[in-house]
């Protein structure tokens, strides 16, 4: 019995050690597990804010580019002078938006599409006086136009705001 005594004795300083190691390798396993899944997280919000403050830029440029359809049409509509398109050398603010929310966030899709619409009606206007500057026209039915561009202008600048105001709410949250 003393025999058994003092082999088990002999044990528990290895087993305590080992038991301390396992105990030790797993506090640090999870540690790390766990500051390493923070950092992902925290890593995926800042790309994902990144995005979302890529896309109200873009709103702030989609309605730049419709300020300058405007005043183009008011200078026409003012003074005669002929309505002149810039040549495409990038994609469009626009386009970049869609593409954007389409591969990110699913969710803002009808905003984006309440924008799309109102774009849209936009650019019908927009064609209706260019068509008007390539030939003859009344003043009255240019007037008329440039009225609605200037009031579709105005529902442009509405739904870019609503999709700022939905990214805000997005980015408080």
Request: a neutral charge; hydrophobic letters at 40%; proline letters at 1%.
């Amino acid at each position: 019995m003393a025999n058994e005594v003092e082999y088990f004795t002999k044990w528990i300083p290895v087993v305590a050690t080992l038991g301390g190691a396992t105990l030790g390798f797993s506090a640090s396993l999870l540690t790390t597990w766990f500051n390493n899944r923070a950092i992902n997280l925290r890593s995926k919000d800042d790309r994902n804010r990144n995005r979302l403050e890529l896309i109200y830029e873009l709103l702030i440029e989609v309605q730049y580019d419709y300020f300058l359809l405007t005043k183009k049409v008011m200078s026409y509509s003012c003074s005669g002078k002929k309505i002149s398109l810039d040549k495409i050398e990038k994609i469009s603010s626009s386009r970049k938006l869609e593409m954007i929310i389409f591969l990110y966030f699913p969710e803002f899709k009808e905003e984006l599409k309440s924008l799309e619409n109102a774009q849209e009606l936009f650019g019908r206007e927009f064609v209706k006086i260019l068509l008007i500057s390539t030939g003859d026209h009344q003043l009255s039915e240019l007037q008329n136009l440039t009225s609605k561009v200037i009031e579709l202008n105005k529902m442009v600048n509405e739904k870019v705001v609503e999709f700022q105001q939905a990214i805000i709410t997005t980015i408080q949250i």
